[in-house]
T-cell receptor
Framework: GDSVTQMEGPVTLSEEAFLTINCTYT??????LFWYVQYPGEGLQLLLK?????DKGSNKGFEATYRKETTSFHLEKGSVQVSDSAVYFC???????????FGTGTRLKVLA | GAGVSQTPSNKVTEKGKYVELRCDPI?????LYWYRQSLGQGPEFLIY????????DSGLPNDRFFAVRPEGSVSTLKIQRTERGDSAVYLC??????????????FGEGSRLTVL
C-alpha cells in the first residue's frame, strides 16, 4: 500500500543553520505531496504542497520539490530560526479528498 | 474563534466505558474528517463526511467506532467498550469542499483520550 517515510528525529540545529528533512514515498497513483507543521500546543497546519512532478512548494522560507524519479519530497530551509521549532509531517494524498497518509513526523529543535 | 474546535481536549476513561468526542468545524465547511494519532506516529485517517453523510469510513478500525454528523456541521466520534489501545489523540479537520486540489485542510488541536 501507499506509504511515507521520514527521517527520524529529533533534529537539533543552531539558529541560521541549513535544514533538510528527508521524505520519501511509495504510491500506486499520482499523489499530491504535503508538508504539515505542528507547533507546540497548536493543531497541524499546512506548510506547503506540490500536486505534480517537478512542482516546488514554498512558504515561510521553506521549500520542497516533488521528485518523481526519486519518489522524494525533502523539506529544506536555508536559515532556521528558533521559532521554527516544531514537529514536521510529510504526507501524500492520492484520493484528491484529503485522505492523507502521513509520515511519523520529525521533531526539529532550533537553539539560539 | 474561527478555527476547528474539539472537545474535550483531554479525556481519561476506564477500559470498557463509552466515550464521545465532539468536533465543531469551521463555519461553512462541507467536508469534515477524523484522524487518530497514536504516540510517536503520524495521524491516520478514520472517516470523512461530505455534508451529513459519511463519504469514506474505511479507516475506522472496527465496529466499536462510529461517527455522526446529523446536521452537516458538528460531528461526534463515538467509541464503545474502550480498550487501552484506543488511547491516542483524535484529530478533527475540515475543508471547504473536500477536494484537495485547490483547497486546504484545517485541523483542530485534538482530543487526547487515555484509556486506563
Amino acid at each position: 500500500g501507499d506509504s511515507v517515510t521520514q527521517m527520524e528525529g529529533p533534529v537539533t540545529l543552531s539558529e541560521e543553520a541549513f535544514l533538510t528533512i528527508n521524505c520519501t514515498y511509495t504510491a500506486t497513483g499520482y499523489p499530491s505531496l504535503f508538508w504539515y507543521v505542528q507547533y507546540p500546543g497548536e493543531g497541524l497546519q499546512l506548510l506547503l504542497k506540490a500536486t505534480k512532478a517537478d512542482d516546488k512548494g514554498s512558504n515561510k522560507g521553506f521549500e520542497a520539490t516533488y521528485r518523481k524519479e526519486t519518489t522524494s519530497f525533502h523539506l529544506e530551509k536555508g536559515s532556521v530560526q528558533v521559532s521554527d521549532s516544531a514537529v514536521y509531517f510529510c504526507a501524500l494524498d492520492t484520493s484528491g479528498t484529503y485522505k492523507y497518509i502521513f509520515g511519523t513526523g520529525t521533531r526539529l529543535k532550533v537553539l539560539a | 474563534g474561527a478555527g476547528v474546535s474539539q472537545t474535550p481536549s483531554n479525556k481519561v476513561t476506564e477500559k470498557g466505558k463509552y466515550v464521545e468526542l465532539r468536533c465543531d468545524p469551521i463555519s461553512g465547511h462541507t467536508a469534515l474528517y477524523w484522524y487518530r494519532q497514536s504516540l510517536g506516529q503520524g495521524p491516520e485517517f478514520l472517516i470523512y463526511f461530505q455534508g451529513t453523510g459519511a463519504a469514506d469510513d474505511s479507516g475506522l478500525p472496527n465496529d466499536r467506532f462510529f461517527a455522526v454528523r446529523p446536521e452537516g456541521s458538528v460531528s461526534t466520534l463515538k467509541i464503545q467498550r474502550t480498550e487501552r489501545g484506543d488511547s491516542a489523540v483524535y484529530l478533527c479537520a475540515s475543508s471547504l469542499r473536500g477536494t484537495s486540489g485547490n483547497g486546504e485542510l484545517f485541523f483542530g488541536e485534538g482530543s487526547r483520550l487515555t484509556v486506563l
